[in-house]
């Protein structure tokens, strides 16, 4: 089945450098979802891309569609204390043909900020 | 303002004991979704509902039981014969077709001792 690998696994950075993450498939997906989970919370949804080669930015977060459709990147400005938490990329499953689709999980990565 | 509750925030019961996890959503979503999530394994499906009185198995429904005879409800039954039930359980909800994602709850943190 489809998969999402996700990495890296974990990163542990000074407060005010820039973060980078990325997913990567075997298939192609047409759309990706980037969520935040605080820590005992649920995740929440940052971005979402519908498009190859899209760039989508909510504030420090930027997020860009690969042109193969197999990627995805978020990239995160000038990190703060509160970034802490476990990014996830997220895409429908494909498998499954119209509405009755559910999404397909990347393992996370879990970022620590040091203030 | 519309979002999902999950209740309780923190549940412990006793080893045997057959428990309920609950999940309320004023979104008028059609599909809601139960996940498991341990440490460094991501998320898991457990159980998902596309309508009203009908449900799909995920890919760890061994051991847990759910119903929908509500839009609005969802409620997740983690039965004795799940052989390891302590974990962090969250509910999540969509419009049909996931394209713009889900809307999750804040968890249920559930120890069984």
């Known amino acids: 089945g489809q998969q999402l690998n996700q990495s890296p696994q974990s990163m542990f950075i000074q407060e005010g450098e820039d973060v980078s993450m990325n997913c990567t498939s075997s298939?192609?997906?047409?759309?990706w979802l980037w969520y935040k989970q605080d820590p005992g919370e649920g995740p929440v949804l940052l971005i979402a891309l519908y498009k190859a080669g899209e760039l989508t930015s909510n504030g420090r977060l930027t997020a860009q569609f690969g042109i193969t459709r197999k990627d995805s990147f978020l990239n995160i400005s000038a990190s703060i204390p509160s970034d802490v938490g476990i990014y996830f990329c997220?895409?429908?499953?494909?498998?499954?043909?119209?509405?009755?689709?559910?999404?397909?999980w990347g393992l996370g990565t879990s970022l620590a900020v040091n203030p | 303002d519309g979002g999902i509750t999950q209740s309780p925030k923190y549940l412990f019961r006793k080893e045997g004991q057959n428990v309920t996890l609950s999940c309320e959503q004023n979104l008028n979503h059609d599909a809601m979704y139960w996940y498991r999530q341990d440490p460094g394994q991501g998320l898991r499906l457990i159980y998902y509902?596309?309508?009203?009185?009908?449900?799909q198995k995920g890919d760890i429904a061994e051991g847990y039981s759910v119903s929908r005879e509500k839009k609005e409800s969802f409620p997740l039954t983690v039965t004795s014969a799940q052989k390891n039930p302590t974990a962090f359980y969250l509910c999540?909800?969509?419009?049909?077709?996931?394209?713009?994602?889900?809307?999750f709850g804040s968890g249920t943190r559930l120890t069984v001792v």
């Open positions: 509902s596309q309508i009203v009185n009908d449900f």
């Open positions: 999540a909800s969509s419009i049909t077709g996931v394209t713009y994602g889900y809307t």
């Open positions: 298939s192609i997906f047409n759309t």
């Open positions: 997220a895409g429908p499953d494909g498998l499954r043909a119209g509405n009755n689709r559910k999404l397909i």
